[in-house]
């Protein structure tokens, strides 16, 4: 059993940024491909960004590409995504989710964070 924690979500200008965490318990951790995704209001939720087990691999989201960044620390059993030259478009609830396999589908990861809110004005 794993459960992710979010953190770091709140309200910024655009143009600025932001840097969210995800700590997750459980021993298997350092095993799992990690993502991000987010839900705007009346949006279905959306891929952002995945990593690999140990990082080797990253994937992105067309609209993101360039500005957002995923990293993990398997020791901190935390996986990060930092967020720069953000837009009011990037305004959603973010969500981490643990899977067995990188993925960019919401289907294939098994265990999800609550969220944390992100919030850009214009």
């Known amino acids: 059993q794993v459960q992710l924690v979010e953190s770091g979500g709140g309200l910024v200008q655009a143009g600025g940024s932001l840097r969210l965490s995800c700590a997750a318990s459980?021993?298997?951790?350092?095993?799992?491909?990690m993502g991000w995704f987010r839900q705007a209001p009346g949006k279905e939720r959306e891929f952002v960004a995945a990593?690999?087990?140990?990082?080797?691999?990253?994937y992105y989201a067309d609209s993101v590409k360039g500005r957002f960044t995923i990293s993990r620390d398997n020791a901190k059993k935390t996986v990060y995504l930092q967020m720069n030259s953000l837009k009011p478009e990037d305004t959603a609830a973010y969500y981490c989710?643990?899977?067995?396999?990188?993925?960019?589908?919401?289907?294939?990861?098994?265990?999800w964070g609550q969220g944390t809110q992100v919030t850009v004005s214009s």
């Open positions: 989710a643990a899977s067995r396999a990188t993925s960019r589908y919401g289907r294939d990861y098994d265990y």
């Open positions: 990593i690999s087990w140990n990082g080797g691999s990253t």
């Open positions: 459980g021993r298997t951790f350092s095993m799992l491909a």
